[in-house]
């Protein structure tokens, strides 16, 4: 975590260095900057605070953190010019860029430019331990909430479920009400896509029996043959406390 505030306040530093001068010589620098994040209960959501207030400290300018439902509405508000900077995914980005997947039948995003990489984003599970359920395939039947409508998790988990063969209800929303919900026993699974630890599971683990769920090595190869931009990853041991 050092290093990682650590590189984000280079970026500032280094962006600072350019915008004295700018400011004074620019008549169209912006009086404030407002960066797409993600709903309460995200990743993103965390992640854009801490920027905001580093980027307000070292520019000079006020920095707002907007509450989005996630990558496909950062691009549309990017591509929009409501809002300078926003938080994507590699996968949403590339079919924004194509106009391919959920971007289908919409404009190509071809506004946006890479700035930095943020973090790896592992598909994540978690269920109940009372549940039973075990695997991907026993989720089948099962209520699956898999966050806002315009985020990763809600991208992906409809294709991945539909490529293993393994029917189930969706459910969207923001991650705080869909964990609300899992907690209240009206969802059966928790599907996210998300940097590590993901704040709504460190939540929900604070109050119940979790269990962590992860692809067996075939459904990851059926995945990555269907969607090569998928790359694997990993979750740490010790990252969440049960797991």
Do not use: H
Not at 22 to 48: C, F, H, K, M, N
């Amino acid at each position: 975590m050092k290093t990682l505030l650590l590189r984000l306040a280079l970026l500032a530093a280094a962006l600072a260095l350019c915008a004295a001068p700018a400011r004074a010589a620019e008549p169209d620098w912006p009086d404030q900057l407002r960066i797409g994040t993600a709903s309460p209960g995200g990743t993103y959501y965390v992640y854009g605070e801490a920027l905001a207030k580093i980027l307000t400290r070292t520019l000079d300018l006020p920095v707002e953190r907007l509450a989005t439902e996630g990558p496909v509405q950062n691009i549309e508000l990017m591509e929009a010019g409501e809002a300078k900077l926003g938080f994507v995914t590699l996968g949403v980005a590339l079919q924004a860029s194509n106009g391919t997947g959920i971007w289908a039948g919409k404009k190509p995003a071809r506004s946006m430019r890479a700035i930095f990489p943020m973090y790896d984003t592992p598909f994540q599970f978690l269920v109940l331990q009372e549940s039973g359920i075990r695997s991907v395939s026993e989720m089948s039947g099962k209520r699956v909430g898999v966050g806002p409508a315009g985020g990763t998790a809600a991208a992906y988990f409809p294709e991945f479920f539909r490529v293993l063969n393994v029917p189930v209800s969706l459910a969207y929303g923001e991650w705080a009400q869909l964990a609300g919900e899992v907690r209240e026993r009206k969802l059966d699974v928790l599907a996210g896509a998300a940097g590590v630890p993901f704040p709504s599971f460190i939540e929900l683990e604070a109050k119940d029996k979790v269990r962590y769920l992860a692809f067996t090595a075939n459904e990851i190869a059926a995945l990555r043959l269907a969607m090569p931009e998928l790359t694997p990853s990993r979750i740490p041991a010790g990252t969440y406390p049960s797991l």
